[in-house]
């Protein structure tokens, strides 16, 4: 079980270094969830292991003498990247990177792309790092930066209906949102053959 441990630690932290240096979505947001749980997998087994111990000094047994467990880390993974930004840097700029800028004012700043294929890469490369959070008001899915950055996905809007797929970000800042939190916005839609008054 001790060599169990040393290995999925030394697994865990190399894994978090590759990732650091990939810039493959899918390879980056699966290694995520491998790196977690590893980390989860290497903590459990140094928690089992100090109870066993704990269970066998009680029962009086010559109990071994105990090994040195090597330190549990959460090493941070990176936050993922899309056109070359975090999530946050995409929030701050206003997403200029992204697609283009719907016509007329809107009241936050909205980007629109061309397919759904090129929504779901961008989700999936920049929820990269975050944590999943329950959501249920949201209806979709909803991730947390350690920072408070927020990363989200939905099928569906007030505009578009059940099949229009939108990104939601946000980042802890100077906007006053209509829930009083102050936070700077940025959406990103699909836009449906061009028609990009959507809001």
Known sequence: MLDACEHAADARDGLAVAMGG???AEVVGELSGI????GAAAEFAGTLSAALHDFADRMGSAAPT?????????????P???????AKEHVLNGGEDIGRAPKGRKRMPIRLVDSVEELYAGFAALKV???????????GDFYEFPDGTTIAFRTHSRSGGENDPTMDLAVPGE????YK?????????LDHEGQDGRS
């Open 22 to 24: 990939s810039n493959h």
């Open 35 to 38: 790196t977690t749980a590893i």
């Open 66 to 78: 105990p090994t040195v467990m090597p330190a549990v880390t959460t090493t941070a993974v990176p």
């Open 80 to 86: 993922g990247r899309w056109k070359g930004k975090t």
């Open 129 to 139: 790092g975050a944590v999943s959070r329950s959501a249920t008001q949201y209806g």
């Open 175 to 178: 906007q006053t949102t209509t």
């Open 181 to 189: 939190a102050r936070k700077t916005l940025l959406k990103i839609h």
